[in-house]
């Protein structure tokens, strides 16, 4: 104890070292977090809630609104979806973290004025929208960076806000400043299992649902060529929904249509500077409510791949995207696996060099772990080889001391799509080579 103050002090603090996927980084990072000594959820919730809540109310402007896109809607659950749609696509973003603004809400009518806001103005005009239209909602603060340590009731832990609305029965935490995402269909990203303070006249702890198992769901439709002169050309639709549609839109809505074609690029080259893009065609990017399907067609330009007998790889440019952990010597870290993953993968493989022949029926391939599943086929159809790929992962958090059967169980997923063509060959013995 010194005079003026107390002083915390922390003698040799291990290095941290930065791994990809780690659980909760900040539990490995001394930090602080002061609480007064009466201090609880109620109380602080109750505080802050009666500092902002004389700029809740709504008013005649925000009542027509609400009259012009709810008015005739009986489905309490449809109303929610058509308010949350118009505070989502019609308020833009703009982060405002200093001063008394950074606690401090616009009123809805500013916002609604402005047509801009942070979190809180779209939090505060999306609930005076809901309860305009006879709906019940509540403010939640919550946390996109770190989980909330229950048993520490502060304001310090919060970084964001969202909405929670409640039909008769169902209940939905909403994020407008998400433009990506479909609000009412998925729980708001990063806060699945999270601690959120619902502010109101009783405040209260609340927690945010799991991620449903079918929340990041990719599927590929793809067709492989090779040439007489060993040339590949690739035809690929790739249909991403749920958190992987999201992904997608954050990265490419707001690029033009150059720089879309730009980023695609991109994606092939982590592949290999081999792989040129031809063509690209992009659906429902503006329609969150959508699925968000890419078609693309690609080809190789590098050194004609005209050996004789020789199989090039599966090209596999999302299944690398998504599904490759890094590895790591001696992991450190507990590891999460933030969202589930449902990846699929229809392959066509047509050889027109005749320099192979397709006659081998790879049995279904498969491996079950801790950590998910996946399994592949290869049928052998008048000298195409048809290729079918499934693979799903669990959203969870591990120790480190299970990282490297996790690097195992998925990179060898990749390997074997990769490897499928030459699997399929006579001379194959069916072998799967899982060394890295």
């Not at 659980?23 to 001394?30: N, R, T």
């Not at 229950?150 to 909403?174: C, G, N, R, W």
């Not at 479909?182 to 708001?188: E, F, G, N, R």
């Not at 998910?372 to 086929?377: I, T, Y």
Request: proline share 6%; with cysteine; glycine share 4%.
């Amino acid at each position: 104890m010194y005079e003026d103050g107390l002083l915390w002090q922390i003698e040799e603090v291990p290095a941290y070292r930065n791994e990809n996927m780690a659980a909760d980084p900040l539990y490995e990072i001394p930090r602080l977090i002061l609480v007064g000594r009466d201090q609880t959820w109620l109380s602080i919730g109750s505080d802050y809630y009666s500092s902002i809540q004389s700029l809740l109310d709504y008013d005649e402007d925000i009542l027509s609104l609400v009259n012009q896109i709810a008015q005739k809607i009986l489905s309490d659950e449809q109303r929610i979806r058509n308010i949350s749609e118009y505070v989502q696509q019609s308020i833009s973003y703009t982060a405002i973290e200093f001063g008394a603004r950074g606690y401090t809400p616009k009123s809805p009518s500013s916002t609604l004025q402005d047509l801009y806001g942070d979190c809180k103005d779209h939090a505060v005009i999306l609930s005076a929208m809901l309860k305009a239209a006879g709906l019940s909602s509540r403010l939640v603060l919550v946390n996109l960076d770190q989980p909330v340590l229950p048993d520490l009731p502060s304001l310090d832990q919060f970084d964001h806000m969202i909405v929670e609305a409640k039909t008769t029965d169902k209940l939905y935490y909403l994020d407008a400043t998400d433009k990506d995402l479909p609000l009412l269909k998925y729980p708001p990203r990063y806060l699945a299992g999270n601690m959120g303070l619902a502010l109101g006249s009783n405040p209260e702890q609340v927690f945010i649902p799991p991620y449903p198992a079918d929340s990041r769901r990719i599927s590929s439709v793809r067709v492989v060529e090779l040439d007489k002169n060993g040339y590949m050309r690739v035809n690929e639709i790739l249909t991403a929904d749920g958190y992987a549609a999201a992904a997608y839109r954050g990265d490419l809505s707001n690029r033009s249509s150059l720089n879309r074609r730009d980023r695609i690029q991109e994606y092939l080259n982590s592949y290999g500077d081999h792989l040129k893009l031809k063509d690209l065609v992009i659906m429902n990017i503006e329609n969150n409510q959508l699925p968000l399907i890419i078609d693309l067609t690609y080809e190789t330009t590098a050194i004609p791949l005209n050996l004789p007998g020789f199989i090039p790889d599966v090209p596999s440019i999302f299944e690398l995207q998504w599904i490759p952990p890094t590895w790591y010597e001696s992991r450190q870290t507990d590891f999460k696996v933030e969202y589930p993953l449902q990846f699929t993968a229809d392959i066509t493989l047509i050889d027109n060099s005749s320099a192979n022949t397709f006659t081998h029926t790879l049995e279904p391939v498969s491996m079950q772990t801790r950590f998910g599943n996946w399994e592949l086929s290869a049928t052998p159809d008048s000298g195409q080889l048809a290729i079918r790929f499934h693979y799903n992962e669990h959203a969870a958090t591990y120790s480190a001391e299970h990282y490297e059967e996790y690097e195992t169980f998925s990179s060898t997923a990749v390997r074997v799509l990769t490897n499928a063509g030459r699997l399929s060959q006579p001379s194959s013995n069916g072998q799967i080579i899982t060394s890295r």
